[in-house]
């Protein structure tokens, strides 16, 4: 039995290799032992007959309203995964089109698929930096923020609270959205191998839902040494600017 | 006459600013002139009698200003140009006083100018170019212009300052949809390359968004193929075989970037023949594949600036390469972008470095690359692997980041052009 990573739209929700996160999931099951790929999906016809985690990636703007279309055809899809507990991570405007919807300067809005609640409206300034976030689940995690939209009216369950950075929205305190297995973040790039917790949950989840039984295999626990000076390094670099905020 | 205090002011402060550290401090007599005489870089670069020619985009526009200088002064003309750390406008400005007379005037026929896509912009406000040449859109600096719509706004921009010209790399989606739109009187001038080349480089070209179609014969200026440092041209009248300053497909379009704006530029007088020598008179390029001897070991040098360099550099290096360092400094401020690229090829790095060494060796690690260890200190990573006896097959090969480049050279004292 093959674990199956789906990367949702790899050609224009990749922007800060957020699509890459699939493939930090196929190699951390396979250092488990366990067999596992990555199928990229641009259109409907390269859905895999199963899936057992999705990765969807942020993008530019003007690739919105294209992906949106593409995402679309597969809205059965992704809301039969949702409701079924299969692992999906979003991240930026990968995250916001799962939404409610997403609002312009302009006024004008783009509609999101509602798998997530809440919606994204602009932001006064583009929030870019260091972004750390305690969650409950998957303990501190430490990354990379780039989005020019503020996230509101999911404050009911975010990922975590923000302890540097702004998250969500400026004073909300709160990161992410969290809706049983599908994850909605604005932790860009490598974040489930800088995280290795949250990688391990999202497997752990993936493999439990195929009866298999996942560890982290020993090969994880080096290359997670790397993850572990990665962090320090960044959470150094954020305490020498500001005292973080407390969890 | 008008600027001349300002011009006085701004020297004197050059001065002082040697005094105080020499061979620093250069941007600083820019700023203030910026500020007591904010026209002054306006007028100045408008005032070249052969006019101002712009190249920008972001990546190789340092290579290709370099070669079209280099051909625009084989031709007899006096160009002026700025140095490639000073393309912002304080940098500009202090480039500019740098070789002014009293009243400001920089002697020279005519300004060819990098411009940086960020500043580009704002520099260029009231300034009439000749010339613009774009050579590419790239994410390459996320934390700066976050996505490519930006960058290829800014370009943009800066074209809509060409009353003349704008040549544009007809492989860059971005650049053909910007040529689209310039006014009716501005002439469109193409380089790119064949289809043979795109299908040699498995990976692509590098762009945000690569032309579904490519140059035909007589368009442009196209390169037809790459081989190692030699690259074959045709220009549409004939075909030349050209040397570059390091291998690389990208040194390639570069040189065909060089080599069509000058054409655009020169008209008449232009000749090819004294194109082509003044192309192969460029020194090769320190960190492109350049091999420098170090303490009895031949080295290799690559310089990763974004992640189109990055995987073209890293696939370049021979397979089976014994002994790789491999170091990423404090110039890459968030690796992210970098993760999409693939050094699975590398297979085994003997030593992962600098200041950003632990994500360096993250995403090696998650690219199936085996890591022997990981030094942050440059120094002595770099003293350390250069105490490896020599390697059974290949060179010792040293891959890093601008700031890490910087660092290495200053350790080993290797002096060179950048
Ligand atoms: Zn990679």
């Known amino acids: 039995m093959t674990l199956t990573i789906v990367a949702l739209l790899p050609a224009y929700q990749n922007t800060n290799g957020d699509s890459e996160n699939a493939a930090v999931l196929r190699r951390r ?11 990229a999906v641009d259109t409907r016809e390269q859905l895999p007959a199963r899936v057992d985690a999705v990765v969807l990636g942020s993008g530019s703007d003007s690739s919105l309203e294209q992906s949106r279309g593409r995402l679309l055809t597969m809205h059965d899809e992704l809301r039969t995964w949702g409701t079924e507990g299969v692992p999906i991570l979003a991240v930026g405007t990968g995250w916001e089109l799962l939404s409610w919807g997403i609002e312009r300067p302009d006024g004008s809005s783009v509609e999101g698929l509602g798998i997530l609640p809440g919606r994204a409206v602009p932001a006064p300034a583009r929030i870019t930096g260091d972004l750390v976030v305690a969650s409950p689940r998957f303990g501190t995690l430490v990354g990379f923020e780039n989005h020019a939209r503020e996230y509101v009216g999911a404050e009911g369950s975010p990922l975590g609270r923000v302890r540097s950075g702004v998250g969500n929205s400026r ?17 860009h790039g490598p974040v489930l191998a800088k995280n290795p917790a949250f990688a391990d949950h999202l497997l752990g989840v993936a493999a439990e839902r195929a009866s298999l039984a996942y560890e982290p295999g020993p090969r994880a626990a080096m290359v997670d040494e790397y993850a572990t000076a990665a962090r320090e390094a960044q959470l150094g670099a954020v305490r020498a600017a500001a005292p973080l905020a407390r969890g | 006459m008008r600027y001349a205090p300002a011009i006085l002011v701004g020297r004197l402060v050059r001065f002082a600013a040697r005094l105080r550290k020499p061979g620093g401090g250069s941007a600083i007599p820019g700023l203030i002139v910026n500020r007591i005489a904010p026209g002054y870089l306006r007028r100045t670069l408008s005032g070249f009698p052969q006019g101002l020619v712009v190249v920008s985009g972001s990546s ?12 625009l002064r084989a031709h007899g003309v006096d ?8 393309n912002i406008s304080q940098g500009l400005t202090s480039a500019l006083l740098e070789r002014a007379d009293w009243r400001g005037r920089v002697p020279g026929d005519m300004a060819v100018l990098e411009m940086d896509e960020g500043h580009g912009a704002l520099v260029m406000q009231g300034v009439d170019a000749r010339a613009v040449a774009l050579t590419n859109v790239m994410v390459d600096q996320i934390d700066r212009f976050h996505d490519s719509d930006m960058v290829a706004g800014m370009l943009a921009k800066i074209a809509a300052r060409a009353h003349e010209a704008i040549i544009v790399n007809a492989d860059d989606a971005y650049l053909e949809r910007l040529a689209a739109q310039v006014s009716p009187e501005v002439a469109v001038h193409r380089f790119g390359v064949s289809q043979a080349v795109v299908d040699a480089t498995p990976r692509g070209l590098g762009y945000t968004e690569t ?26 009248r004939a075909f030349i075989t050209t040397s570059l300053p390091a291998r690389g497909v990208h040194y390639a379009v570069d040189a065909a970037a060089a080599y069509a704006t000058a054409k655009a530029v020169l008209g008449e007088r232009f000749s090819a023949q004294t194109a082509n020598e003044a192309l192969g008179s460029i020194p090769p390029v320190f960190g492109r594949g350049e091999r420098v001897t170090v303490r009895g070991h031949e080295v290799e040098f690559v310089l ?24 990423m400094g404090s110039d890459v401020r968030d690796p992210s ?17 600098g200041s950003k060494s632990a994500e360096a060796a993250l995403m090696l690690a998650y690219d199936g690359v085996e890591i022997d260890r990981v030094e942050t200190d440059l120094s002595r990573a770099l003293d350390d692997f250069l105490a ?31």
């Open chain 1, 29 to 39: 099951a396979e250092w488990a032992g366990l067999e596992a790929r990555v199928v």
């Open chain 1, 171 to 187: 004073g909300s305190g709160q990161e992410g959205v969290v809706m049983g297995s599908v994850i909605g973040t604005h932790l």
């Open chain 2, 60 to 71: 190789g526009k340092s290579t290709t200003t370099k070669m079209l200088v280099a051909i």
């Open chain 2, 79 to 86: 160009v002026f140009t700025n140095p490639s750390t000073a």
């Open chain 2, 211 to 236: 032309s579904a179609t490519r140059l035909a014969p007589g368009d442009g200026v196209i390169v037809e193929g790459v081989d190692g440092r030699t690259a074959l041209v045709n220009d549409g």
């Open chain 2, 304 to 327: 990763v600036q974004n992640p189109t360099s990055y995987q073209l550099n890293v696939d370049s290096i021979e397979p089976g390469t014994e002994q790789i360092l491999f170091a």
């Open chain 2, 337 to 353: 972008y970098f993760w999409p690229t693939d050094a699975s090829s590398l297979r085994r790095v003997a030593i992962v470095s």
């Open chain 2, 388 to 418: 490896l006896p020599a390697p059974a097959s290949g060179v010792k090969t040293i891959v890093f980041t601008a700031d890490s480049m910087r660092r290495t050279r200053a350790h080993l004292g290797l002096s060179g052009a950048e």
